[in-house]
């Protein structure tokens, strides 16, 4: 089946409660609303894979229209926080800055350079990075021994970088 027949493998009342899900209806609204009990619809949106995945897909098309409103909406306000940064209100001009901070990202970071500042240093942070990194592979196949061999060998030497940081 293509993806645009797998809603109707849906029932009709799974199609209307998503519809309620979608409207921001909790299970006991939806479920009241389609006739079933509530935990049938909780049953749906936690174990049927079907509902499950159209519930996702059209809660995707809402976010989507809605960051393409929002997305409308950027310009004006973009010119609204310039009309207020060059305000005669102080207020409005420093309210204007933080937003245009916190939109960039920058209010509140501490952009100071960080890192080692020897070569030992640098050698450690990469050493730590290689760690980080091996175990997330392991974590991705716990199954495999040989990972596992290795990740006593790597604990081991975590154990050994920690200590010269001491």
């Given at each position: 089946?293509?993806k645009?027949d ?10 209307n409660?998503i ?9 006991r ?53 310039e ?8 207020r ?11 939109a960039?990202?920058?209010?509140g970071a ?14 450690l ?30 604990d ?11």
């Amino acid at each position: 089946m293509t993806k645009t027949d797998k809603p109707r493998q849906l029932t009709v009342q799974q199609q209307n409660a998503i519809d309620m899900l979608i409207l921001g209806k909790s299970d006991r609204e939806a479920a009241e609303a389609v006739g079933v009990s509530r935990q049938t619809v909780c049953t749906w949106r936690h174990e049927h894979a079907g509902f499950i995945a159209e519930l996702n897909r059209r809660r995707g098309e809402v976010w989507s229209a809605h960051t393409d409103r929002l997305r409308q909406l950027v310009s004006a306000a973009v010119d609204v926080l310039e009309a207020n940064l060059g305000s005669d209100d102080a207020r409005l001009r420093q309210e204007a800055a933080v937003h245009v901070l916190k939109a960039t990202g920058l209010y509140g970071a501490n952009l100071a350079p960080s890192g080692p500042t020897d070569s030992e240093g640098v050698e450690l942070e990469r050493q730590m990075q290689a760690y980080g990194r091996e175990v997330q592979r392991m974590a991705t196949d716990p199954a495999d021994l040989a990972l596992e061999r290795r990740q006593k060998g790597q604990d081991r030497r975590f154990k050994e970088l920690m200590a010269d940081l001491s």
